[in-house]
């Protein structure tokens, strides 16, 4: 599986395939029994996490990704705490640039926004450390059509304004199939299919098996 710079690679399959598996193995959570890992033409595999992030690479996890109880500015110095306060204010106004409306919300508990400003602060996080990889587990679940609407877009503008690498993990595929440049088909840990969006809407065989309607 190949993540090209700057692209967004999208990673769909069904539920229990290994898609959040995969995305921990290249973050270092989960052990990896075969393969390896590059990063930029460099080894990777076997790495503490922390490590992998001071290379660049940033995660948004499926749950868990943002800290309920404190607020929203609190939440964005916690991810920038190497940082001092020059430098911290400096990415914090940064990253607000990117994602506008989370100005308003700074002295908010993160648990009081709605589900897709928590989204977009849990995507903004993992920017306060200023990533050139980038790693999203379904972001867009669960929220309302124009939310998920809003949120890939977000990724987009994230993939044409910084040149981010982004790998995606999305349950809408149809979605996913919209804005990838490239899409892997993962199903039982085992990569059905990689290539082209429009390839992959060629066979419908397995969009029929694994997809649904698309
Ligand atoms: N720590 C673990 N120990 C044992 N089995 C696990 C562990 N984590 C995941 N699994 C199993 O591995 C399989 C893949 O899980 P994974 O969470 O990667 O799937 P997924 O594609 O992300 O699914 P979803 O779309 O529901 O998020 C599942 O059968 C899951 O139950
Ligand atoms: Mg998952």
């Known amino acids: 599986m190949v993540a090209e ?5 999208a990673i769909i399959g069904p539920n229990g ?3 959040t598996t995969l ?3 290249i973050f270092g959570i989960a052990d990896i029994f075969k393969g390896r890992i590059l990063l930029n033409g460099s080894d990777i595999t076997g790495l503490k996490p922390h490590k992998i992030a001071k290379r660049g690479v940033g995660y948004v996890t499926q749950t868990n990704n943002i800290f309920a109880d404190l607020t929203v500015e609190e939440n964005l110095r916690l991810a920038a705490h190497e940082l001092n306060k020059g430098d911290y204010v400096e990415k914090k106004n940064e990253v607000l640039e990117l994602f506008p409306r989370l100005k308003e919300f700074l002295g908010r508990r993160a648990g009081t926004l709605s589900g897709g400003e928590r ?3 849990a995507i ?3 920017m306060m450390k200023s990533p050139t990889v980038v790693l999203l587990d379904e972001v867009t679940t669960d929220l309302a059509p124009i939310m998920v609407k809003k949120v890939l877009e977000k990724v987009v503008e994230l993939k044409e304004k910084l040149g981010l690498t982004i790998l995606l993990v999305e349950q ?3 979605r996913a199939l919209e804005i990838a440049d490239r899409v892997y088909l993962l199903v039982s840990g085992e990569i059905k299919f990689g290539g082209e969006p429009r390839e992959l809407l060629k ?3 397995l969009i029929g098996l694994y997809l649904g309607a698309v």
């Open 119 to 121: 989204r977009m602060l």
């Open 172 to 174: 809408y595929a149809h």
């Open 23 to 25: 995305l921990n193995s």
């Open 124 to 126: 903004a996080i993992a």
């Open 17 to 19: 395939a290994g898609k």
């Open 203 to 205: 066979h419908e065989d």
């Open 5 to 9: 710079r700057s692209k967004i690679t």
